[in-house]
């Protein structure tokens, strides 16, 4: 191994790879920081530091590949059932909505108090709208979870269905196969 400043020369089954910070090797290997005595290193999900000239025995294991939610098309419209907080949704994939929307009712049905949130403007297909910033304990979406997702509660009937915005699928590679829409988990 050799280290610099935010860099890292490191070997992984007789291969090197020159990583900058946040850089990951193919076999999944994260940099999350160096300098020229130590390098700590996001190995399947577990953090390792190592000192400079140590070596590591072992044999690497590629992590197991992550679950996919495959998603197909209903009248042009990618539906999906999830939950949060343990309760059933209904959703419907929005990539131009920044965060998961749901409306005042199934809030209240999921037992999100909303109401003491802050407010703030959004913009949807109607115009303006005054929303509550929220965060939702958990989303699902098949075998997949999420904690502490970014969401909205727009209070009122819309949206009728709820928006699976960015703050959840940005944890994802999206992926179209004709008109199948796959969703696997990057991390």
Sequence with gaps: MALYRDHAVVEINRKQHFLAVGQRT???????????NQA?????GQRSIFELNNRVGGVYLAPAEMPVVSIWPTNGMYLASGSVNGYTVDFMVDTGATVIAIN?????????DYLGANQIGVRTASGVELAYSI?????QL???????VDA??????EPQRALLGMS???????ERKGERLDLRRKF
Excluded at 40 to 44: K, L, R, S, T
Excluded at 135 to 139: I, K
Excluded at 168 to 174: H, I, R, T, W
């Design 142 to 148: 098949g075998d997949i979870s999420l904690d502490n």
């Design 168 to 174: 959840f699928l940005n944890a994802f590679d999206m």
């Design 135 to 139: 965060q939702l304990q958990t989303v």
């Design 40 to 44: 700590v290193m996001d190995i399947a």
């Design 26 to 36: 193919p076999e999944g290997v994260i940099l999350i920081s160096a300098n020229s």
């Design 104 to 112: 005042g009712e199934t809030a209240k049905r999921l037992g999100v």
């Design 152 to 157: 909205v509660v727009i209070d009122g009937p």
